[in-house]
């Protein structure tokens, strides 16, 4: 990366909290409430606990997924100070990460297809105007580049990696990026039917792990030019200081028993941030509490950032898919600006042989964190964060 790119406003939403900073009390708090669905059933015997977020407005002509984006937009935006008059006489974009929200919940519709009816399109309809790079162009008046990243569960980091290359690159002075997922009956039962779904509350890096939990949220990453920060006088909460990306190209689903994509990203991203193992503070790791991810994570940090401090937040807001990576980069900066990281939720027992995750909140000192993902497909995806334009 030829220069850091400022970040001037987070928005996030998620079962922690319908905010940035009532998702990261609760974390420091401890809390959390993995429950069975409420907006849908399984159909299993079996409760599978997923984070939902509770109601946070009235229904709208959008999805699920829309309206959680929509939230996470506004608060960002508010955050760095600007409105759709500001958007409007800029270069703005969207970069937007999800990877089924838009065109899971037409059951119904399908259905009715297949019986050979004649159903309403409203469904249909509405899965179109979700589109989330979309919505956010059409919603803000955005004129620049527009792009919804579907990459599994790597999508929202690399969304905010792939606005910040947008910003570097010179197409736009302003970007929208993050990512947004909501839950969905498919969904649960598809990680169901993988058998990496847990029917207790997630206990990610855990010796007794056994499945994730999924959840549903949306972030946004306000990332804007030096240039334009500058001109606007905007504070910068922090700066995107080097992304990486590197596929493992080992399987659909399980990560490289090597870690070998996962270290190469790392790598990657330090060396765009010019960045020394040394100075990395802490690590929000992907940490979904299955058998193979966190193994194979924790043995490449540990050999690549040896005595770095790791968590995984996803204890406290499940798996959300493709707004992860949107998700834990909005709440690894906020730990950053306060030099503390709230405890890995579930953890209880180490696992012999690999390294622990942060037990108990704790302080951590640096101006630098990582934040990670791991998704199918073998994609993996690093950012580099940090308070200031260099460590």
């Known amino acids: 990366m030829t220069q850091a790119v400022p970040i001037t406003g987070l928005g996030c939403i998620s079962a922690a909290g319908p905010d940035l900073e009532a998702g990261l009390a609760s974390m420091f708090q401890g809390l959390r409430q993995p429950r069975p669905p409420q907006a849908f059933s399984t159909g299993h015997a079996l409760a599978y606990p997923v984070f939902e977020v509770p109601d946070f407005g009235p229904p709208t002509r959008l999805l699920r997924t829309g309206d959680l984006l929509l939230h996470a937009a506004r608060e960002a935006l508010a955050d760095a100070g600007l409105d759709r008059d500001c958007l409007g006489a800029l270069r703005a974009g969207a970069c937007i990460g999800t990877t089924v929200g838009s065109a899971m919940n037409d059951e119904d519709f399908c259905r009715a297809l297949r019986a050979g009816a004649t159903p309403p399109l409203a469904p249909m309809e509405r899965i179109l105007r979700s589109n989330p790079a979309a919505l956010l162009a059409r919603q803000f008046g ?144 992907h940490g979904t509490a299955t058998p193979d991810n966190d193994r194979v994570e924790s043995a490449v940090l540990a050999a690549a950032l040896p005595g770095v401090p790791f968590l995984s937040t996803k204890g406290y807001t499940g798996h959300t898919l493709g707004a992860a990576g949107a998700i834990e980069a909005a709440f690894t900066v906020a730990c950053l600006e306060r030099g503390r990281v709230p405890a890995c939720a579930g953890f209880t027992a180490a696992d012999p042989g690999l390294p622990a995750p942060v037990a108990e909140n704790r302080a951590v000192r640096g101006a630098v964190a990582l934040s990670q993902s791991l998704a199918f497909g073998g994609n993996n995806a690093v950012l580099a964060l940090g308070l200031g334009e260099r460590p």
Do not use: K
């Not at 870690?259 to 765009?272: H, K, M, P, T, V």
């Open 142 to 285: 955005l004129g620049g580049p527009c792009q919804t990243v579907v990459n599994a569960c790597s999508s929202g980091t690399d969304a905010v990696g792939l606005g910040a290359s947008w910003i570097q690159a010179g197409l736009c002075d302003l970007v929208l990026a993050g990512g947004a997922d909501q839950l969905s009956r498919i969904t649960c039962n598809g990680f169901i039917a993988m058998g990496i779904a847990a029917t207790s509350p997630c206990r990610p890096f855990d010796r007794d792990r056994d499945g994730l939990n999924l959840g549903e949220g949306a972030a946004v990453l306000v990332l804007e030019s030096r240039e334009l920060q500058r001109r606007r006088r905007a504070r910068a909460r922090a700066f995107v200081l080097g992304y990486g990306s590197a596929c493992d190209a080992h399987h659909p689903t399980a990560p490289s028993p090597d870690g070998a994509g996962l270290g190469r990203a790392i790598q990657e991203a330090l060396a765009a941030g010019a960045i020394a193992p040394g100075q990395v503070a802490f690590v929000n790791a």
